[in-house]
């Protein structure tokens, strides 16, 4: 396939000439642009996949446009993949047919795709998918609990060759968020709550993404959410209005810097915003994305970054999500127009919109004077070249039979497992773990198939040597369905919950495993069950194999789990491990 075909004959071409410095190639096709090209740079949005990997028509449950009309129409060439694909080849026969429509504009623009985190467990559409047809590992935090930076690097640069496979060249990762207010909702993407951990961890991520020279096999990390977003009041998120103010009573906002200041060392190429507003600092008090202070004189100025800062998503207008209509998440601006709004954006010192995906309005900002052509010059630049870096002139089409024997395979499926089974901890023993021989168990949350292979399955807790139960870690019910995917609010388990744990560990020992996503209140499970284990993110079988001993315990806490809901609401949100008298520190894990 070609992407000269649609060029017009009298265009300077020479933009496509490989050997020319890149810098050069940029300013050749940048003084051939139109506005309107131009501007069609800055939206960074989602896009949907058709069915067996044709072109979509859109996806009105989040208000998608058609992939023509996004790339023809509206000149958009950054897409962030939505939704999970049953085949790695679907996923590259359809980048391929949008780069084929790519091709066809007047300049031939190659599209680069971004993806939120896709390797793990969890499915939220605001965050993060499930695996699919790639290899599953741990969730970050479940990485972040082997405490194992080359094991990390390992993922990232199997993460790397699946990407690749497939034509995503952009992580909307890694989250190097340090995890210090315990009801956070977004904790489960990032390394924990220490920063020399999740600095070195998120080093590791973006060495193994972006490979050991920047280039055509690479994907491009766009590390988030600076200047660090877990210190939220009361740990709401600020994808909601209830959740807009970043606090810090402790004074730590330079703590937050910390794993930032490492991935910069490591050649990350891209930063993200977080939604909040700081409140109470030396910043101005706006979300960060319109925050020059932060991304100016931070960012630009003292961290000496010139890489591409994009938005979080949907800064600008109002849009529905999932049948709910949501406001843009202008957080201290929220008085100011759309047009208002982008040009703080730009002034902030963004190169693009996140989510957005409707150009005309940056295009009327130059035309009438408000905005100059020149800022957009200065962005386009950084977005030009990074597609020019990424090779994706030379040949942005990839193959799609490679990529189904590339992605998921045995090799890559077997890390994953390996990764799964390091990354669970061992909370409490009284000495029923490990399971030995071919016990009677009775399971809620396994499989019985998975289970058989294992011991006996029984239908009641009475019938059985031992009872596994595996838990989610509670979270408060919200309005919406997307409310729904951020766990937020209280971290006791209902009593519901705890009576259930008791009713069963009465009458056999019982271990009870908690998916994590936050640092429950685990008091009164640690109280009644007889060992208690956390995961984030792991099978079944993985889980078995370490409860029976086929394979050690290794997994420690990324965090420090908290005694009671009192100490959560007592403790500062910037200040990491200042809850009071915690069950279990940072670092625990037992041996069996």
Known sequence: MSNDAALSTDLDTRYRDASLPVDERVEILLGQMTLAEKAGLFFHTMIAMG???????????????????????????????????PTAGEIARWQNKLQELAASTRLGIPVTISTDPRHAFNDNPGASFFAGPFSQWPEPLGLAATHDAELVEKFADIARQEYTAVGIRVALHPQVDLATEPRWARQLQTFGEDADLAGELGAAYVRGFQGSAFGAGSVSTMTKHFPGGGPQKDGEDPHFDYGREQVYPGGRFELHLKPFEAVFAAGGRQIMPYYGMPVGTEYEEVGFGFNK?????????????????????????????MGTDFAARAWGVEHLTPAERMIKVLDAGADQFGGEHDPRLLISLVEDGRVSEERLDASARRLLRE?????????????????????????????????????????????????????????????????????????????????????????????????????AGSLDFAEETIA??????????????????????????????????????????????????????????????????AAVEASRPDVPFDTEDPLFRFGHGLAL
């Open 51 to 85: 069915p067996g990997g044709e072109l979509s028509d859109g996806d009105p449950v989040f208000g998608i446009a058609s992939n023509a009309e996004y790339v023809v129409d509206r000149n958009l060439s950054h897409f962030n993949l939505l939704g999970v694909a």
């Open 293 to 321: 202070s932060v991304l100016t004189g931070l960012l630009r100025e003292r961290f000496g970054f010139d890489g591409i800062v994009c938005t979080d998503w949907g800064l600008i207008t109002d849009q529905p999500i």
């Open 387 to 487: 597609k020019f870096e990424l090779g994706l002139f030379e040949n942005p089409y990839v193959d799609a039979e490679a990529a189904d024997a590339i992605v998921g395979s045995a090799a890559f499926r077997a890390a994953g497992e390996a990764a799964q089974r390091a990354s669970i901890a061992v909370l409490s023993n009284t000495g029923v773990l490990p399971l030995a021989g071919s016990p009677k168990l009775y399971v809620e949350g396994i499989d019985a198939e998975t289970a058989r292979l294992y011991g006996v399955v029984v239908e009641t807790p009475e019938e059985a040597d031992a009872a596994i139960l595996r838990l989610q870690a509670p979270f408060e019910v919200r309005d919406s369905m997307f409310e729904n995917f951020f766990h």
């Open 500 to 565: 259930h744990v008791r009713e069963v560990a009465a009458v056999v020992p019982t271990v009870v495993d908690v998916f994590l996503d936050r640092p429950a209140i685990l008091a009164p499970i640690v109280e009644a069950a007889h060992a208690v284990v956390a995961n984030w993110g792991a099978n079944p079988a993985a889980l078995l194999d370490v409860l029976t001993g086929a394979v050690p315990a290794k997994g420690k806490l990324p965090f420090d789990v908290p005694r009671s809901m």
